[in-house]
């Protein structure tokens, strides 16, 4: 879904940054490329990916905010760097919303920003909700010095409504959907941030209409079925599992739908089921889904 | 390889709360409740919304209610209404016996008793800490700690160690023939697995305690190696976080040999032949990635792989190549609307035999790729698959894991 948003976003002649927060490459791999590091790296026209990894965001934010060189091979205190960095809860969170924060805030030389829009593949729900309160954690502990500065602009772009918000994805299967109406919840009151929408994915939209119904049953009906599968080359019988799982899917995607919106308060989106394989060409068309949405 | 349950040859319309078991070729047609029956734990991982609680739940279900044992789901986190399906009330590591009544109107045998609990973060800490301390004065100045207070309830890693370390004290009081621990989604989930160094990296804990704390003498321990960490955290963080989290370092060694201890005992328990891991996951490529991931994290730490589960698979009649030529005929021949409506006497519009014909190719076409997938996952996991099907009916939530746990 980052991967359609990211695509949808650059063909609108955005400048874009996609961000993997668990580096499983699965991001880059949507995008036509290969796994990609912790640097921007151009994937599409308009397009960059970067995947986080704590410890390197980690090194990077030594080496950029105090002209620290690459520790790696530095005394025992490489260790308590590494420690820091990977080994506490904390500031391994505070990372990930950290190195966003730092991507916003990049300028060009004539001052405009260097991305339109930074768009981040998060963690599992039980997960963001500690990425995104992170900053807010940490400023309950550290109350000065150079870090409590950069926490609180960190803080402050989580929360500005205008810079920050958060896309919920959820399926039309019972579990998910009540899933999403909970994340949504604790999105807004632990983390304080903004829900922009609700992304209904593998939403079933064809239209199944009664006819389809009655006309299958009768092709399958004692009386007509020899001479329907003779007419066909084959049994109709498996297109009544078909058919079905149509009908239940629309009616669990109606019904999915239907529920996001009496809980939620922001539009809720739906996108389509792809039937192609997962990749490039699958973002495309949930990009497409998802323009045509907008329009 | 095996097939695991193959509910998906069971026609839509029978598979309602009907227990119906189809031969399972490579398992000597044993049932995953049976094959896992011996086990004492259950570690079920997963990339997130595989539907990994449910199937956890469903699972303890299944070994309770076939085997007929006294069987606990330790859940992560679980949705509020499952949860209340449960019947667990609130956060707690107590696990809540379900009723024998309330099991019987979801339609689950008679059998065994299935209890559930929830995972405490703050009070599995708060419990570690009074255990391992060595006075009461230092835990509770331990608990009194802000930076302990944040890290026993707002970060994220926490979790993974707090579920492992729940998990094995219910194991240890020994209540329970099973316990099936359903694991948070991350693929740290895993991480206990570098234990018990991984716990806490006890090299860095400790020089970290060195570098920022006061000595013995009260005097700070400057010297050549601290002096650059001591400029760099006071510009960082202001002197008096750094001697907080000093303190807070300090007081947690104090208590590292008992949690080193307790490290090795649960890294012990989970390499027993009494524990096994399932891994679930769904035939998207997401989880499936995830799925692909864990089983090679299992088995780089010679953990023991016991099952695959696959959820939410198509079923095997839209692959029926006879289903597929008679969805081309009618979706690509325009004739075949004025035959059927000669033949059946009643007046039958084109669209409506191509639109039959093309959702049948559509899901024909999806359940083509769900079988390659499934062939990928065998070789990957070397063990026998459990399949279980989509499931879009609506039923309540109960209902819903009794249904699951017929085909487990």
Not at chain 2, 64 to 71: E, S, Y
Not at chain 2, 168 to 196: I, K, M, W
């Amino acid at each position: 879904m980052t991967a359609a948003l990211a695509l949808a976003a650059a063909r609108a002649g955005k400048r874009v940054l996609a961000v993997e927060v668990e580096p499983k490459g699965d991001l880059a791999g949507a995008l036509g490329s290969r796994p990609v590091g912790a640097a921007p790296h151009l994937v599409q026209h308009n397009l960059s990916v970067l995947s986080l990894h704590a410890e390197e965001s980690f090194q990077e934010y030594l080496r950029l905010f105090f002209k620290i060189p690459r520790l790696a091979r530095l005394t025992p205190l490489a260790r308590v760097f590494d420690f820091i960095a990977t080994g506490v809860p904390g500031p391994r969170d505070m990372l990930v919303v950290g190195k966003i924060a730092f991507e916003e805030r990049r300028r060009e030389p004539n001052g405009r920003p260097v991305w339109d829009l930074i768009l981040a593949d998060c963690a599992a729900s039980g997960h963001v909700v500690s990425h995104l309160a992170a900053p807010r954690a940490m400023m309950s502990l550290v109350r000065g010095g150079i870090i409590r500065g950069q926490v609180e602009w960190v803080e402050a772009m989580v929360r500005d409504q205008s810079r920050t918000t958060a896309l919920i994805c959820a399926l039309p299967e019972e579990m998910p959907a009540v899933e999403a109406i909970e994340l949504h919840e604790r999105l807004r009151r632990e983390a304080g941030v903004a829900v922009g929408a609700c992304l209904l994915n593998r939403a079933f939209t064809t239209t199944i209409s009664p006819a389809q119904r009655t006309l299958l049953d009768a092709m399958l009906s004692e009386g007509h079925r020899d001479a329907v599968s003779e007419r066909l080359g084959a049994s109709p019988a498996p297109l009544a599992d078909s058919l079905q799982l149509a009908e239940r899917m629309r009616d669990a995607t109606v019904k999915c739908g239907r529920e996001l919106r009496s809980a939620l308060p922001v539009p809720v989106v739906p996108v389509p089921l792809q039937t192609t394989r997962a990749g490039l060409a699958t973002a495309r068309a949930v990009a497409e889904a998802l323009a045509e949405a907008a329009a | 390889m095996s097939q695991g349950v193959d509910a998906s040859r069971i026609p839509i319309e029978r598979r309602r709360g009907e227990r119906r078991r189809s031969p399972r070729p490579d398992t000597g047609g044993r049932s995953l409740a049976e094959r896992l029956g011996s086990l004492e734990v259950v570690v079920c991982c997963g990339g997130g919304g595989v539907g990994k609680t449910t199937l956890s739940a469903s699972l303890a279900m299944a070994l309770a209610t076939t085997l007929d044992k006294r069987v606990l789901v330790l859940t992560v986190d679980p949705a509020k209404r499952l949860a209340t399906a449960l019947g667990i009330k609130g956060i707690g590591n107590d696990p809540v016996v379900i009723s024998r009544a309330r099991l019987r109107r979801a339609g689950a045998p008679a059998h065994g008793e299935l209890s559930a609990a929830m995972l405490d973060m703050k009070s599995t800490w708060d419990r570690m800490v009074e255990r391992y301390a060595p006075d009461r004065k230092t835990a509770a100045r331990l608990m009194r700690n802000r930076f302990y207070q944040r890290i026993s309830d707002a970060f994220v890693g926490s979790h993974e160690y707090a579920a492992m370390e729940a998990l094995y004290e219910l194991h240890q009081a020994g209540e329970f023939d099973c316990v099936v621990v359903d694991t948070p989604p991350s693929r740290n989930a895993l991480d206990f697995l570098e234990a018990p160094e991984r716990v806490s990296d006890y090299v860095g804990a400790r020089l970290l305690s060195w570098l920022a704390g006061p000595s013995r003498f009260g005097v700070r321990a400057m010297n050549f190696a601290a002096a650059p960490f001591m400029r760099l955290a006071d510009r960082l963080l202001g002197s008096d976080v750094l001697s907080e989290v000093s303190e807070f370092v300090r007081e947690l060694e104090q208590l590292y040999g008992g949690v080193q201890q307790r490290a090795r005992a649960v890294y012990q328990l989970l390499r027993s032949p009494s524990v096994g891991f399932v891994v679930v996951t769904t035939l998207e490529p997401g989880p499936f990635a995830e799925a692909e991931f864990f089983c090679t994290k299992l088995r780089d730490f010679s953990m023991p792989l016991r099952a695959l589960v696959v959820n939410r698979v198509l079923p095997d009649s839209l692959r029926d190549p006879r289903g597929e030529a008679a969805a081309s005929a009618l979706a690509e021949n325009g004739n075949v609307a004025r035959w059927l409506t000669g033949e059946l006497g009643e007046h039958v519009r084109p669209d409506t035999t191509r639109a039959i014909g093309e959702n049948h190719l559509m899901f024909a076409a999806l359940a083509r790729r769900n079988a390659a997938q499934l062939q990928r996952l065998q070789r990957i996991g070397d063990v026998a698959v459990t399949r279980v099907p989509l499931f879009t009916d609506e039923v309540g939530e109960l209902e819903g894991l009794v249904r699951i746990a017929s085909l487990l």
